[in-house]
């Protein structure tokens, strides 16, 4: 039988463009920004305010005086105290941003990475519905990262921070391939403000893009139904992946042929309930320059979709339609495999395997 897309009725998915957000950490006052959308985040000690009523953090102060008093107008309207979770959204005209988004804190700004994350989600859900092209996540209090930390451990702090919001890209994320009718996320550029600058920073911002890249890949691979995404179709994925970073991989995609004569009997007789032809799938990571310290092995499942035999499951829990997700194992590592061969770790030989 002919393995081909007419043959099995694939539907191919729609051309949907990569989501792509480049992230910069700029060391300028937020109200000098210039974009589509400012968010603040501040905490409940940022919003006190001095006996003539204006507010005591410089940050917002001078937001507040550029916009001639509708922060106070708007924070004390909308009840907005910064704690943990609020979220306030004003329009503006005639400003260089066109959106100015309060994200509450709670009583300090965050130091763990969940805390983190979840600044990051509000971020993302503000410039999401704006249908923003750029966005900046800016501290009303910037210093109080550093606060108790030495100076020298305060830029470790600042640019740690940054990563986690960095992972914003990741609540941006929409699989859009498989609709008629899709919203296209616009974001392009995030600039973060008051969380440090600098190679040091820029570098780790950098990695951040590269593993969201990754999970986001993955994520794609994930949400393929299973009569797009065949084992061959995986294999043509891993090896664009060789083919893309040629430099740091190579591919070895054992056909069912190969891995009789191997005498993989258990895979084989496995893959003999499919109409599907089996792919064994190994790439190899080494890195430049090839020196290597160190050997890791990442092992994934990649069943693409798994009935269970003769499907006996019943009942609204009976999930069939979720046995795609079988092949999650191998679509986590071969988005680890994208991120691998952008960052280009060195020292250490990355054998990862999908079967």
């Known amino acids: 039988m002919a393995h081909t897309a007419a043959a099995l009725g694939l539907t191919k998915p729609n051309v949907v463009e990569p989501l792509q957000v480049s992230f910069a950490a700029i060391g300028i006052e937020p109200s000098d920004w210039e974009g589509d959308v400012l968010a603040v985040a501040v905490t409940e000690k940022d919003l006190c305010r001095s006996p003539c009523s204006s507010f005591e953090n ?42 100015l988004g309060l994200i509450g804190l709670g009583r300090s700004a965050p130091f763990t990475a969940a805390a983190c994350r979840g600044l990051g989600e509000s971020f993302a859900s503000v410039a999401k519905s704006a249908r923003a092209g750029s966005a900046a996540l800016a501290l009303a209090s910037p210093g109080g990262i550093h606060g108790e930390f030495k100076p020298n451990a305060a830029a470790a702090i600042a640019s740690g921070t940054a990563i986690d919001l960095c992972r914003t890209v990741l609540g941006l994320y929409e699989d859009n391939r498989y609709r008629s009718e899709s919203n296209k996320v616009h974001l392009k550029h ?166």
């Open 58 to 99: 410089a940050v917002l102060k001078r937001l507040d005086s550029q916009l001639g008093g509708l922060l106070s107008e708007a924070s004390a309207e909308e009840d907005f105290a910064g704690k943990a979770g609020q979220l306030v959204v004003l329009r503006l005209q005639g400003q260089g941003f066109k959106r």
């Open 190 to 355: 995030v600039h973060l403000i008051g969380f440090g600058y600098g190679p040091e920073v820029d570098r780790r911002l950098e990695l951040a893009n590269y593993v969201s890249s990754g999970v986001i890949f993955g994520k794609d691979l994930v949400n393929s139904p299973a009569n797009v995404l065949t084992p061959v179709v995986l294999a043509e994925e891993a090896s664009k992946i060789a083919s893309t970073y040629s430099d740091v991989f190579t591919a070895t995609i054992l056909d069912e042929e190969r891995c009789r004569e191997l005498k993989m009997g258990s895979y084989l007789a496995v893959a003999a309930a499919s109409a599907n032809p089996p792919r064994f799938i190994h790439l190899c990571y080494k890195p430049p320059g090839g020196n290597v310290k160190r050997k890791l092995a990442i092992v994934g499942k990649g069943l693409t979709f798994d009935s269970g035999g003769y499907n006996i499951k019943i009942g609204a829990v009976c999930n069939i339609e979720l046995m795609k997700w079988d092949m999650g194992g191998s679509a986590a590592v071969l988005g680890a495999a994208k991120a691998l061969g952008e960052i280009k770790p060195p020292g250490v030989e990355v054998l990862t395997i999908y079967e």
